[in-house]
C-alpha cells in the first residue's frame, strides 16, 4: 500500500531541475507533498486533489495523473534551501481513507 | 499563532518500562495523527483521531501501543513494556478537518530510545 517514489536520491547544482515521482498501486484520492530539513519536522509544499489543478508553490510544481496513479514534484531552478528529503503522502480510496501513507521520501542535495 | 506542539522532547527509556508521549494540536483542528520515523526512514501511519473518535488504529505495531484523545485536544501516545524496536521519533499532526484538502501541521516530534 505504500506509495514508491523515485528516485531515492539526487544531487544538484544550485539551478538545476529535478523531478520527483511517487507512484501507488491503490486509486489515489489526494497526494500531499511535505519536505524535511536534517531533525526538523516535515512541513507542507502542496496538495493535489482528484480532479484538480497543477499546483505550484514558489519554483515548486506538481501534477497528479489519476489514470496513472502518479504525481510528480517539479524543482524548477533549484536553490540551496530545497534541499532536504522530499514525501509524498497519499489518500487512497475513491472517496479518500483520511489518513496518508507516506512513501519513503527523495533525499534532495543541492551544491553551490 | 501556536504550533504543534510534542513533549517531551527527547525520552530515554529503559527496556520494559512504560513511556507517555504528548501532543498538543493546532487549536481547532479536529483531526490529529499519530506518525513514527525510525533512523532515515518515511512516517509510518501510526492513528488518527477525528475528535476524540479513533476511526483508524490500524497503524498501531502491537497492543502495547495505545492512544487517547480527550476534549478534542490534547492526545497521549502510550507505549507499554517498551522495546528496543520502539525507537524512533514519534510524529505528530494535526489538520482542520480528516484527509482531503487538508494539510497537515507537524509537530517537531519525540525520540524516543530504548535501552
Known amino acids: 500500500q505504500q506509495p514508491v517514489q523515485s528516485p531515492q536520491a539526487v544531487i544538484l547544482r544550485e539551478g538545476e531541475d529535478a523531478v520527483i515521482n511517487c507512484s501507488s498501486s491503490?486509486?489515489?484520492?489526494?497526494v500531499h507533498w511535505y519536505r524535511q530539513k536534517h531533525g526538523e519536522a516535515p512541513v507542507f509544499l502542496m496538495i493535489?486533489?482528484?480532479?484538480?489543478e497543477q499546483m505550484r508553490h514558489e519554483k515548486i510544481s506538481a501534477s497528479f495523473n489519476e489514470k496513472k496513479q502518479q504525481s510528480s514534484l517539479y524543482l524548477t531552478a533549484s536553490q540551496l534551501s530545497y534541499s532536504g528529503t522530499y514525501f509524498c503522502?497519499?489518500?487512497?480510496?475513491?472517496?479518500?481513507?483520511?489518513?496518508?501513507?507516506f512513501g519513503q521520501g527523495t533525499r534532495l542535495t543541492i551544491n553551490p | 499563532g501556536a504550533g504543534v506542539s510534542q513533549s517531551p522532547s527527547n525520552k530515554v527509556t529503559e527496556k520494559g518500562k512504560d513511556v507517555e508521549l504528548r501532543c498538543d494540536p493546532i487549536?481547532?483542528?479536529?483531526?490529529l495523527y499519530w506518525y513514527r520515523q525510525s533512523l532515515g526512514q518515511g512516517l509510518e501511519f501510526l492513528i488518527y483521531?477525528?475528535?476524540?473518535?479513533?476511526?483508524?488504529k490500524s497503524g498501531l505495531p502491537s497492543d502495547r501501543f495505545s492512544a487517547e484523545r480527550t476534549g478534542g485536544s490534547v492526545s497521549t501516545l502510550t507505549i507499554q513494556r517498551t522495546q528496543q524496536e520502539d525507537s524512533a521519533v514519534y510524529l505528530c499532526?494535526?489538520?482542520?478537518?480528516?484527509?482531503?484538502?487538508?494539510?497537515?501541521?507537524f509537530g517537531p516530534g519525540t525520540r524516543l530510545t530504548v535501552t
Open positions: 503522502g497519499t489518500e487512497m480510496g475513491i472517496q479518500g481513507a483520511q489518513k496518508l501513507v
Open positions: 491503490k486509486a489515489l484520492y489526494s
Open positions: 499532526a494535526s489538520s482542520l478537518r480528516p484527509g482531503g484538502p487538508y494539510e497537515q501541521y
Open positions: 493535489l486533489l482528484k480532479g484538480g
Open positions: 487549536s481547532g483542528h479536529t483531526a
Open positions: 483521531f477525528q475528535g476524540n473518535s479513533a476511526p483508524d
